[in-house]
Each structure stands twice: as structure tokens, then as C-alpha cells.
């Protein structure tokens, strides 16, 4: 079982609509969790982080954590072509700085018009 | 204008070299890590540091070298022994805080072994 698991997609949406996207975690003790967006060919570019229970909005973007249920998730409101990317989830069981983070393998997000 | 730079973009490197790609940040961060990153596939650590002259191993170490001897600088050496070094790499760093581990990227090098 890979311990942070993504869905490959492609996930397609069309322009405007809603995308959700997926990650669930083996570790019952990861604390602290992570999206990452990343165009083809650049680095991943920090979008949200959570540590709590329930949800957290910045933006168009609104991370979802539960860890009872061991997933978290991305919602991005009003979909734009610019949002077309590879989503990567990140997880780490520690609290605090200068630790490792455990990656899924990411969804591709296609968004249409 | 404050970052993470690597250095250099694009890395091309004969079977059985060793070569050395920089990695660069004026973030004031404690914390640097070494990613790769293969086609279609998620990042694997290689090497982290959490303070200067001391790192330690992460996933898939063997093959590579780090030093941390400055703050601001941790270079990897991707040795002879990697078997297959084609990859992206990508350094970050952090940092050291509760609840401030999130991590930032660097630019990437794309390495290619001919």
C-alpha cells in the first residue's frame, strides 16, 4: 500500500465548474498536510497547507482534512484553463519544521472551456 | 528578491561522471532537502538537513552526496554509483518551527546521462 495515495486522472472539469481532488494517507499519525500545484515542465509551487480537522479556505482554493477517514482533499471554486495542472498531496507525521514530507504521485487537473 | 536558485538548468553527463548541482537560498531557512523527480511520478527525498554541518538520508540516498557547510548553500553530488541519475531534481527548504514545515522550491535541475 503506497502510503499517500493520488488518483492519476486526468481529472477534466470544464471552465467554472468545481474540481475536487483526492489524497488519502496511511500514517494514522501524519499531522501535517500539503498541496502542491505543478505545471508540466516547473517545480511544485505551495497552494495550501492544513494541520486541522475540517476546513480551511484561501481564496478560490478550500483544503478538507479528516483524519478519522484518513483523506484530504482540494477544492477549487470557479475552475480556470490556468488551473490546469498536476496536484501533488504531501504529508509528514511531524508537527514541526525541517522534516520530510511524503508525496502521492499526483492528479493531473484539466480544466476546459 | 529572496528564493531558492539552482544552478545549472539543464545538466547533461557522461556514465560514470560525477557532477555537482548547487542549490542556493536567501530565506534565511534552517532546513534544505534534495528531491528527484521521475516522469509521471511523484518526489522522492534524497538527503535533508535540518542546520548547517549535519544532514541525513531520506529514501533513496544511495548514489548521491550532500555537504551542508553554510547556512544558505546545500549542494548534491550525484556520484557514479547512482544507476540511473536521469531525472528532475529538486531542492527546497523550510523552516524549523512548530506548525512551519512548509517547504519551497527551487527552480529544478533536469540532469541527463548520456
Known amino acids: 500500500q503506497k502510503e499517500v495515495e493520488q488518483n492519476s486522472g486526468p481529472l477534466s472539469v470544464p471552465e467554472g465548474a468545481i474540481a475536487s481532488l483526492n489524497c488519502t494517507y496511511s500514517?494514522?499519525?501524519?499531522?501535517?498536510f500539503f498541496w502542491y500545484r505543478q505545471y508540466s515542465g516547473k517545480s511544485p509551487e505551495l497552494i495550501m497547507f492544513?494541520?486541522?480537522?475540517g476546513d480551511k479556505e484561501d481564496g478560490r482554493f478550500t483544503a478538507q482534512l479528516n483524519k478519522a477517514s484518513q483523506y484530504v482533499s482540494l477544492l477549487i471554486r470557479d475552475s480556470q484553463p490556468s488551473d490546469s495542472a498536476t496536484y501533488l498531496c504531501?504529508?509528514?507525521?511531524?508537527?514541526?519544521?525541517?522534516?520530510?514530507?511524503?508525496f502521492g504521485t499526483g492528479t493531473q487537473l484539466k480544466v476546459e472551456l | 528578491d529572496g528564493g531558492i536558485t539552482q544552478s545549472p538548468k539543464y545538466l547533461f553527463r557522461k556514465e560514470g561522471q560525477n557532477v555537482t548541482l548547487s542549490c542556493e537560498q536567501n530565506?534565511?531557512?534552517?532546513?534544505m532537502y534534495w528531491y528527484r523527480q521521475d516522469p509521471g511520478q511523484g518526489l522522492r527525498l534524497i538527503y535533508y538537513?535540518?542546520?548547517?554541518?549535519?544532514?541525513q538520508k531520506g529514501d533513496i540516498a544511495e548514489g548521491y552526496s550532500v555537504s551542508r557547510e553554510k547556512k544558505e548553500s546545500f549542494p548534491l553530488t550525484v556520484t557514479s554509483a547512482q544507476k540511473n541519475p536521469t531525472a528532475f531534481y529538486l531542492c527546497?527548504?523550510?523552516?524549523?518551527?512548530?506548525?512551519?514545515?512548509?517547504?519551497?522550491f527551487g527552480p529544478g535541475t533536469r540532469l541527463t546521462v548520456l
Open positions: 527546497a527548504s523550510s523552516m524549523r518551527r512548530d506548525r512551519g514545515n512548509e517547504q519551497f
Open positions: 500514517d494514522r499519525g501524519s499531522q501535517s
Open positions: 492544513i494541520y486541522s480537522n
Open positions: 504531501a504529508v509528514t507525521p511531524f508537527t514541526g519544521g525541517g522534516n520530510k514530507l511524503t
Open positions: 530565506l534565511n531557512h534552517d532546513a
Open positions: 538537513s535540518q542546520i548547517v554541518n549535519d544532514f
